[in-house]
């Protein structure tokens, strides 16, 4: 099974208008990250939910979670040219002792594009 | 603000052959790991590293596969008999605190190219 994949698979817009970017997983949870990859470059987070969060801002930035549904959206408000990179969702579950070491399980990304 | 540092960027080697990817973590951090991304793949979970030993490791971390923290600075990840599906770019990630509820901070990766 799929743990944390995301949707659309890739999403084009133009500058100045919101991109939202959906994530399901399958197992329960400690957290859900976001982060964002540019071409060649590394992971760079950009914010974290807990299981027990519901919505989160940070900047232009919002994040909602759903345990409900093992859902999660991140919505980029206002985008521009420099937000063009893939998105990535990525979860933290306990293992099968109950512990977590923090592994991060990511799914498979949205490639977002921003046209000025 | 702290980076965590890898080298090198580009590694070409021979099938068959060792390597040794090197990862520098922001210095305070407790946590390691090492992910890899073959082309068009997602992020892949490969071992996370504290208190001196693995924590966790997946079902690609076999026995071809080593880390060692030889000198409390830098974290390594050891290939001992390369293979062609090797070929990948190698993340190093650290994380400061003891609560899971912390980021993980990456390096730019290295590029590994198995011939």
């Known amino acids: 099974s799929q743990q944390g994949e995301e949707d659309p698979q890739a999403l084009s817009i133009q500058e100045g208008e919101n991109a939202t970017m959906n994530c399901s997983y399958k197992t329960s949870i400690n957290n859900l990250q976001w982060y964002r990859q540019n071409s060649g470059r590394g992971l760079v987070h950009l914010i974290l939910i807990r299981s027990n969060e519901r919505e989160k801002h940070s900047g232009r930035l919002r994040v909602t979670l759903d345990t409900s549904k093992k859902s999660s959206s991140l919505l980029i408000t206002a985008s521009r040219a420099a937000d063009t990179a893939s998105y990535f969702c990525?979860?933290?579950?306990?293992?099968?002792?109950?512990?977590?070491?923090?592994?991060?399980?990511f799914g498979q990304g949205t490639i977002l594009t921003v046209h000025p | 603000e702290p980076e965590v540092t890898q080298t090198p960027s580009h590694q070409v080697t021979q099938m068959g052959q060792e390597v040794i990817l090197r990862c520098v973590p922001i210095s305070n951090h407790l946590y390691f790991y090492w992910y890899r991304q073959i082309l068009g793949q997602k992020v892949e979970f490969l071992v996370s590293f504290y208190n001196n030993e693995i924590s966790e490791k997946s079902e690609i971390f076999d026995d071809q596969f080593s880390v060692e923290r030889p000198d409390g600075s830098n974290f390594t990840l050891k290939i001992r008999s390369t293979k062609l599906e090797d070929s990948a770019m190698y993340f190093c990630?650290?994380?400061?605190?003891?609560?899971?509820?912390?980021?993980?901070?990456f390096g730019d990766g290295t590029r590994l190219s198995i011939l």
């Open positions: 990525a979860t933290v579950s306990p293992n099968a002792g109950g512990t977590s070491y923090g592994k991060l399980t």
């Open positions: 990630a650290s994380r400061g605190t003891r609560g899971n509820n912390q980021p993980q901070h």
